[in-house]
């Protein structure tokens, strides 16, 4: 007999902000089910008549069940208290949580005694009798939170006659009245059978399934329109390819080629072109229809790029589904030969199985595919296609053919492709308002039906177009949706899974795509989507899928008209879009936050005049300031006030604007602020296209008139931007040429520290030329590194962390639903400039987020951690959580770590020497002994991106180097080496490791770069802008536009110009304004200190979920600038302290006048006396 044991409650232990709203938030009922409950039944839907027989001879008992809805009918009351069990099974999908929570209520609902169960991870927690009870602290903290990390999933089936009996006699030992599996099609007919054989023998437990997966590919019009989750998961691969798009659009400079879930249809795939309009869109189906080989697919693409690029554009967004690559048939053959083959194989064994045919297939794949094919195959045996890139194997079959059309003369542009696979950060978000709604009334409707004493049934909830109030619920009974398909050799039973139909009753998602997809090849229509929004205020909150809508009769959204032709300006095309072409939610944004602003500004918050300037801050190399800088050293602090702007007695001012920096949230709101400021002195803003390239051909449009439709969006598409440099005396007197051609009274620089450096150095030469023209700086970055007294956070870097920790807040969530993944996180981060990382944006993911553990370039380098260090130090956490069971986990690191690390940063200064190209082999024949060894214990895949193409300044650009890779290559040999040799491990001694470890690696930065920017960004960005144009029309030279204070209210902000040389170091490259590291010794990095310890072992991760637009949690502040704001509090707010001292030393100097009392004078005198040593320190050094 199979033995029932209660495991302890998963309780979560952390909640974020959003997280708590959402848990409070009760999902609408039906009428259905929130008044008395009844049910009425019509005659059963019966089996596709060409497998019906074979259904029936499965399924005798259960086979011809009559479909059920209710609201109308026979009373459904139960006779006590319902006992339910519930199952979450296979991949997560968003809203399992709200399923439980319908199914929790409902079960209560039904009388005293009543209990629901929940089967720890999946369905092995029911045949191996592991089960907990929920009770309402538990359920509480689940409400509207995404993952299954509640009971946990599995992917195991109950296969097995053992299984079944044991199955059997835990629901019976439990009293079960009813068991509900929530799963997708496999699980949903494994529950099938679990209620064929418990009406077989007479067991009571009904078994009622609920319809999940986020692939789409499970439902059946009418009675079950749409699985859950796929809303959910669909709006978050939209949001990052809405950011790729705008991303392309930016630089003009890369083809996007995007994966995203869905193996055996392309639901999402085709979900995501609908919402984002990309280039292309690969459908399976499609390429399964028209039997497309793998060259008819690559002429596809290669065809779209030819037309593209005599169009001038060498960018673009592809969009395919990760199981492409089995829809072609001569690879579908391939599939079949190796799915009934065993995993494990090494290559040989297996081509000497395939047929000729399959053989001359398997050559002609690249070899990184080959050994993906040959990785551990999934529960049903079938090969992994989740673990194929198919996007990189597309795209280097594309790069192929054009470099012979290239040879050939029949095609001049440049092919640089990126690669994305967007798949688990989709499964485990905080479901949208549709999914979580949607969840809820599926559970209720289970619960209901085991009521009304059905089994076999799944549950169903229709009538989606109209009010939930409308919305009818119901079961439809598994048998009829049932087909027969091959399963490791035999046949077995399984829901039909819903694909692309391309024909038919339900194509018209299809003929939508297929109506625009000529028009979006060539034109650029890309849409940003944007993040999921849960406030009811916002009028897309409850939308529903658009290919739902199709196909419950909706039309299709439009295009628009068509695009303007675009000016050429060199390599980059100009194309401004109206505000109606984007998506709804950035339709809306637009104009909420063009109301708000007029809200304040009629309250009297507008930026004005320039005040009266204050002392410039003591440096220690003041010296070598004022002899490099000569002109506009020691320049003044000056406060920009609030209130009326005066009367101007010059011309109209022109100032011109250039993005330089790589591109972040909020740089289109900066430029509105300067166009609005500038507007009030009926001057005129005219925007350099193409960044600083454009800058010093003088390509420039004005954009008085247009900036405002780019009010809230993400990228820097208006005017775009490419290298960042202007460093040389001919690139300065290129830029000075512009602006006398152009007669600019100012320039506008927007960037990070790089930028900020050529804006100082630009400046001075302008000023040695006596130009007119004044230059200012913008801090604009994501990955925060310019911090220093005058900059509390860089434009762009809110929006950019709340994005990446979205993301990473998803995964850690899906690991611990599935309990058996440790993920590797590499974040866009700072470093890619200089010698060591910074680590700005992982110290704020991290306490946004709590993962398991977060690595820091700044404390490795401090710390002199080795490589080897580090690997021991993750694998002894891995090694901890193992012990309490816990085979899962999530790690974070900057891009640049390993810069940080001592024998990489040797290995990397070695490689920056080495001539280019250079092979893997070239490069040992140059390196040194230890470098050498080094490189060699390196995966293949790392050493080569190690010699990729460099940066500019000839270093090794750290995004290219897939360090989350290594770390986890390095940590599993470790780790294989402890299973082996306990004693190996330093404080483990006689601890074997007996855990698994399967590492999934990702980089998270392009998809959140050009997001769309959060109310702070938006607000910040606009303030930025106005001062920046104040400072340059009114001649300052040389500063950077501040703000202080931005903890507080956006009405307690105190604004100033500062001198860029007050920020400005002397290094080994001249002066210059160095990347700021992460403070070791500051309260953000105490407050994660704090945490770092019961993380590891822990799991406290919390989910601030998607950025939010409006309600309360769209004013949420980063971590980092609240950590740093609890300790200094007042102090915070830069300018603020400095006027407050300057009106102390003040009232000083008037009470110690000459005449006043002798005593107070002494008193004062000793006073002062204390803090002159401090005085003398910052005077010869550098400011804290």
Known sequence: MTTVTFQPQRLRLAASQLEVERQRTVPELPSALSGAWQGSESPPVLADPAVAETIKGLFPATYGVPTVSLGSGAAINPAKGLKVGVVLSGGQAPGGHNVVAGIYDAVKRSGPGAVTYGFCDGPHGL??????????????????????????????????????????????????????????????????????????VGCATKVIGCPKTIDGDLKCPPEIPVSFGFDTACRTYAELVGNVALDALTTQKYYHFCRLMGRSASNIALEVALLTNPNMCLLGEEVSENALSLKKVTEQVVNMILKRSKAGKNYGTVLLPEGLIEFIPEFNDLMKDLNELGDGMKEDEVLRKLSKENQERWHFLPEFIRAQLLLDRDPHGNVQVAKIETEKLLAGCVEKELERLRFAGEYQGSFTPQYHAFGYEGRAGLPSRFDATYCYCLGYTAAVLIAGGKTGLLASVKNLTKPVSEWQCGGVPVTALCVVERRKGKDKPVIKKAVVNLSGTMCQPFHAWAAIRDRVAIEDYYRAPGPLQFDASCPVSLDLPITLCLELGGEAPGLGPPKTQPKVFGSFLYCPRKLNSRSKLQQWRAELVAKKIQETEQAGVKVACVGLPTRPSLRYDEDVMKSVLPTTFGAPLVEVKMGSLPESTGAPPRIGVVFCGRQAPGGHDALIGVVDAIKERSGEVLGFVGGTGGLLKGFAEPISDIVDQYRATGGFDLLGRLQDRIETEEERAGVLASCSKLNLDGLVMVGGTRTASDTVHLAEYFAAKKSKTSVVFIPCGIEGSLINPFVEMSLGFDTASKVIAQLVANTSTDGASARKYYYFLRLMDGGTQGKESTSHVTMEVALSTRPNMALFGEYVAAKSIGLREIVSKVADVICARAEDGKNFGTVILPEGFLSSVPECRLLLEEIAKLPMPCTVAEAFEHLSEFSGALLSSFPSQIQQQLLLSRMDNGEVHASQVAAEQLLAYLVEIELKGRKANPESSPGRKNKSYKGSFSPVCQFLGYQVRCGMPSDFDCEYGRVLGSIAAVLAASGHNGYLASVSGLAGPSDTWRCAGVPLSAICSTTDTGVRVVPAPLKLQSPVWFAWSKLQARCAVEDLYQNPGPIQLSGPSATRKAETLIAANSQYGEAANYVKTLEELGKKLEMLRRACRPGCDASFAKVANRTLSGIEELVAMVSEGPLA
């Open 127 to 200: 045949f191996s009798g592991n089960v907990t009870k929920i009770d309402d602290i538990m359920m509480n903290g689940y409400r509207n939170t995404g993952g299954f990390d509640m009971i946990g999933s599995g992917r195991h089936k109950i296969e097995s006659p053992e299984q079944f009996v044991a199955s059997r006699e835990v629901c019976e030992k439990l009293e079960l009245d009813g068991l509900v599996i929530i799963g997708g099609d496999d699980s949903n007919t494994n529950g099938a059978l679990l209620a064929e054989e418990f009406k077989k």
